[in-house]
């Protein structure tokens, strides 16, 4: 007979097997086109490998994989295997079959040489009592895919959203996860479309002293459809958050909430900005985390998972995959 600490835990479990963020994007008509995380399968079939890890003591790697389809990451095997030594994170799977995987950041036109890969154990958390790590990014510290295939391009539509650590920022540039320049440099206003969080304030900004969810459109930072502020965007205070983003032509939004608790709230859904260079957009679909477009790598964050989907999704889609979030029951 199970006891009841354990039946509650494999029903935990089975919570985060049923209709993942993926299947909802997908039954909304705006498949997934990158989806990495390293504390759960992000897909209700997924059974591969989520992240590797390489050791310090003798560069060995493993792969981490959920405990079961749909679920939470082995941080067991992960905990055995780098046991007396240290490990960094040094891939983070895409889960979609694409192959949009996340790698050490080359150097790039802000900050030459390759960025440094996150240490495996400085994120821990647990989902539905289960143990696991999150991508704990110091300044420095980036990944990036230049090859990436399925995402926006050019002014196509594109949604993505990530959970973040509400508690860990900075204001330098930039914590972002998303769309941005395949050759690693600054190409111009409109190249970008990627999640922003912090409370730098050389651009945009909002309510209070920030952190907040921004848009970085490259050269810019926004809260909304001008350069300066807007106050509707507030400053989160949230342990763990749900930051959205969202563009197609001629409009973007942002939304965001408690990924442990609750629903999400729009702070801006309106058109471009009013620079020179945003409408329409130049997206060039490489995947960033951690870092700004041309490597700015001045920032810090912790990235738990996060989406890029093709097609511009559904306010009730994104209120679907929030429920799944929180029922995943992000804790500490």
Known sequence: MLSRSKAL???GLAAT???GPCDIYASGGTPCVAAHSTTRALFSSFSGS????????????TDIRPLSAGGVANAATQDSFCSGTSCTISIIYD???????????????????????????????????QKAYGVFIPPGTGYRNDVAT????GDGAQGMYAVLDG????GGCCFDYGNAETSNDDTGNGHMEAIYFGNIRVWGTGAGNGPWIMADLENGLFAGSTAGNNPSVPTITDRFVTAIVKGQPNNFALKGGNAASGGLSTFYNGPRPNVSGYNPMK????????IGGDNSRGAQGTFYEGVMTSGFPSDATESSVQANIVAARYTT
């Open 50 to 61: 989520l992240y590797q890890v390489t050791r310090s003591s003798d560069n060995g790697v």
């Open 283 to 290: 997206k060039e679909g490489a995947i960033i985390l951690g």
């Open 95 to 129: 889960q979609t079959g694409r192959g949009n995987h996340l790698t050490r950041a080359p150097g790039g036109g802000a900050a030459s040489g390759s960025d440094n890969l996150a240490v495996a154990t400085a994120a821990p958390v647990h989902l539905n009592g």
């Open 167 to 170: 508690t860990h920022f900075n």
């Open 150 to 153: 399925g995402t926006a391009t």
């Open 17 to 19: 097997v049923v209709a």
């Open 9 to 11: 835990a494999l029903a």
